[in-house]
Nanobody
Framework: QVQLVESGGGLVQAGDSLRLSCAAS????????MGWFRQAPGKEREFVAA???????YYADSVKGRFTISRDNTKNTVYLQMNSLKPEDTAIYYC???????????????????WGQGTQVTVSS
């Protein structure tokens, strides 16, 4: 079992930055792809970014150039640096882990084995 705990969300203004963290416990996640998804009220959960177990990175078009995903396997933690935030980025952000995950399948939430509880990000205009 892998437990994931997100942190770093909050209320910011448009143009500000936030860094989300996702700490994993239970087992090392070096063999897991790690992904970030988000869900706004009344909308489906959508892919934001992912990093495969081998280090390949994928972004949603809506965040490309503004968000950066990274991982520190020594800390069993994945990060999402979010810059130039927009009101449309407002959502609950979820961290997820997929064993030996790689490729475009990481854009699909069904590929993931474990999920965190989420952290709220609110961007005011």
């Amino acid at each position: 079992q892998v437990q994931l705990v997100e942190s770093g969300g909050g209320l910011v203004q448009a143009g500000d930055s936030l860094r989300l963290s996702c700490a994993a416990s239970g087992r090392t996640v070096s063999n897991y792809a790690m992904g970030w998804f988000r869900q706004a009220p009344g909308k489906e959960r959508e892919f934001v970014a992912a990093i495969s177990w081998s280090g390949s990175i994928y972004y949603a078009d809506s965040v490309k150039g503004r968000f950066t995903i990274s991982r520190d396997n020594t800390k069993n933690t994945v990060y999402l640096q979010m810059n130039s935030l927009k009101p449309e980025d407002t959502a609950i952000y979820y961290c997820a882990a997929a064993y030996l995950g790689a490729g475009q399948a990481l854009r699909t939430f069904r590929r993931y084995d474990y999920w965190g509880q989420g952290t709220q990000v609110t961007v005011s205009s």
